[in-house]
Nanobody
Framework: QLQLVESGGGLVQPGGSLRLSCVAS????????TAWFRQAPGKEREGLIC????????YYADSVKGRFTVSRNNTKDRVYLQMNNLQPEDTAVYYC????????????????????WGQGTQVTVSS
């Protein structure tokens, strides 16, 4: 059974940076696409980024393109989200998730297609 644990959230000032980590235990992430979602209070869960386990294909939502970067380690049991130039509207709980699907680079991650979720980590951007 694949399990995911996020870490790295916190409080940061506008313009600052954070790096989130998603550590997988169980099957290798080779067999899954991994995605980052966020959910702000009163809003729906928003798909931001995905990365394919097979070939590293990525998708970035327009809201984070150029500011956020996804990467993974060589053993493919960790996925990272580097977040730069954070703004107050980035405040949310951030989740990593994995699913048995391909991240095409053209399709925004849909939460309903990801079956494995971490517990989430709070990111607050405030001065």
């Amino acid at each position: 059974q694949l399990q995911l644990v996020e870490s790295g959230g916190g409080l940061v000032q506008p313009g600052g940076s954070l790096r989130l980590s998603c550590v997988a235990s169980g099957p290798s992430l080779d067999h899954y696409s991994t995605a980052w979602f966020r959910q702000a209070p009163g809003k729906e869960r928003e798909g931001l980024i995905c990365i394919s386990g097979s070939d590293g294909s990525t998708y970035y939502a327009d809201s984070v393109k150029g500011r956020f970067t996804v990467s993974r380690n060589n053993t493919k049991d960790r996925v990272y989200l580097q977040m730069n130039n954070l703004q107050p509207e980035d405040t949310a709980v951030y989740y990593c998730a994995a699913g048995n699907l391909y991240c095409s680079g053209y399709v925004r991650p849909n939460p309903s297609r990801y079956g494995y979720w971490g517990q989430g980590t709070q990111v607050t951007v405030s001065s």
